[in-house]
Nanobody, 122 residues
Framework: QVQVVEFGGGLVHPGGSLRLSCIAS????????MSWYRQAPGKERDLVAR????????IYADSVKGRFTISRDNHKNTMYLHMSSLKPEDTAVYYC???????????????WGQGTQVTVSS
């Protein structure tokens, strides 16, 4: 059994900051690829950022480069998304995605959290 849960969404003013957290249980976390996606009303779910398993290298959507930072703590099975200089167009439901093996078997999972709402508004 694996589980992915996001925390940290909320309402923030334009220019403000917010940190999202994603806790993944049941995975071999250190060998799992972790990503953040977001979906605004009426739009498709898009990749925001992804962090690698080894050196922590990351990729970002062009729209968030320089404003968002993805990180992971393998000891806490947790991934973070630090968001700053937030804009109204960042308003969306943010989802955590984990792709990796179960901690006690070779079975691989591609799992999503339930999502957390981020609203940027004055």
């Amino acid at each position: 059994q694996v589980q992915v849960v996001e925390f940290g969404g909320g309402l923030v003013h334009p220019g403000g900051s917010l940190r999202l957290s994603c806790i993944a249980s049941g995975f071999n976390f250190s060998t799992s690829t972790m990503s953040w996606y977001r979906q605004a009303p009426g739009k498709e779910r898009d990749l925001v950022a992804r962090i690698s398993t080894d050196d922590g290298g990351a990729i970002y959507a062009d729209s968030v480069k320089g404003r968002f930072t993805i990180s992971r703590d393998n000891h806490k099975n947790t991934m973070y998304l630090h968001m700053s200089s937030l804009k109204p167009e960042d308003t969306a439901v943010y989802y955590c995605n984990v792709v990796g093996p179960h901690q006690y078997s070779d079975y691989w999972y591609d799992s999503w959290g339930q999502g957390t709402q981020v609203t940027v508004s004055s």
